[in-house]
């Protein structure tokens, strides 16, 4: 697609129930990111994908987190038995590849809104 | 281990003035900068880069410098719009940071008319 796809773009849960957040990303980017918003504060890197490799879990908060990658594309984050301080927006990101290689940019969707109550 | 610091907001102009947002950085070597903005409502997207001391990313009327020795990258703008009216986040990459952008905690504009 044009741009990063994330669903659903809002989701009110009660807590102690699971969700899943998915991300599509980019078509031919090999490099995925789940970043986490809470309100007033800045990102919170949650995981990364890089094409085959194995993914960097070590922002994930805790093991009701965990995240796969199906195929090297579509991305679900899960939140398992979810508490009321998960609430926050989670932000999915893309880029053609590593971002220290020079001219990739990392190109975020706009954002799972999540609210536990 | 590297860091960003942001000017802290809300930050309140009136329409058609001077924008400065100071964002400063720790890291060695030398990162890549960037400066990201999310509008209300909206996801985060890249406003302007730079990836070599001295140089000057610059995008929609806004620039910011690579100052390697006061370790800053600065945004500025000359006349600001309502429209400017954002969140701003100053972000680095660099060799300590490997894949992962370090961000700052962001600085609210509001532009009033």
């Known amino acids: 697609g044009a741009g990063v796809s994330q669903s659903p773009s809002n989701k009110v849960t009660e807590k102690g129930k699971d969700v899943e957040l998915r991300c599509d990303p980019i078509?031919?980017?090999?490099?995925l990111y789940w970043y986490r918003q809470s309100l007033g504060q800045g990102l919170e890197f949650l995981i990364y994908?890089?094409?085959?490799?194995?993914?960097?879990k070590s922002g994930l908060p805790s093991d009701r987190f965990s995240a796969e990658r199906t195929g090297g594309s579509v991305s679900t984050l899960t939140i398992q038995r979810t508490q009321q301080e998960d609430s926050a927006v989670y932000l999915c990101?893309?880029?053609?590849?590593?971002?220290?290689?020079?001219?990739?940019?990392?190109?975020f969707g706009e954002g799972s809104w999540l609210t536990v109550v | 281990g590297n860091s960003v610091t942001q000017m802290e907001g809300p930050v309140t102009l009136s329409e058609e003035a001077f924008l400065t947002i100071n964002c400063t950085y720790t890291?060695?070597?030398?990162?890549?900068l960037f400066w990201y903005v999310q509008y209300p409502g909206e996801g985060l997207q890249l406003l302007l880069k730079?990836?070599?001391a001295d140089d000057k990313g610059s995008n929609k009327g806004f620039e910011a410098t690579y100052r390697k020795e006061t370790t800053s990258f600065h945004l500025e703008k000359g006349s600001v719009q309502v429209s400017d009216s954002a969140v701003y986040f100053c972000?680095?990459?660099?060799?300590?940071?490997?894949?992962?952008?370090?961000w700052g905690a962001g600085t609210k504009l509001i532009i009033k008319p």
């Open positions: 078509s031919g980017h090999t490099a």
């Open positions: 990101a893309s880029s053609l590849g590593d971002i220290l290689q020079a001219g990739n940019t990392i190109y």
């Open positions: 972000a680095l990459s660099g060799p300590d940071s490997n894949y992962q952008l370090i």
């Open positions: 730079a990836t070599k």
């Open positions: 890291a060695t070597g030398y990162p890549s």
């Open positions: 994908f890089q094409g085959n490799s194995a993914p960097d």
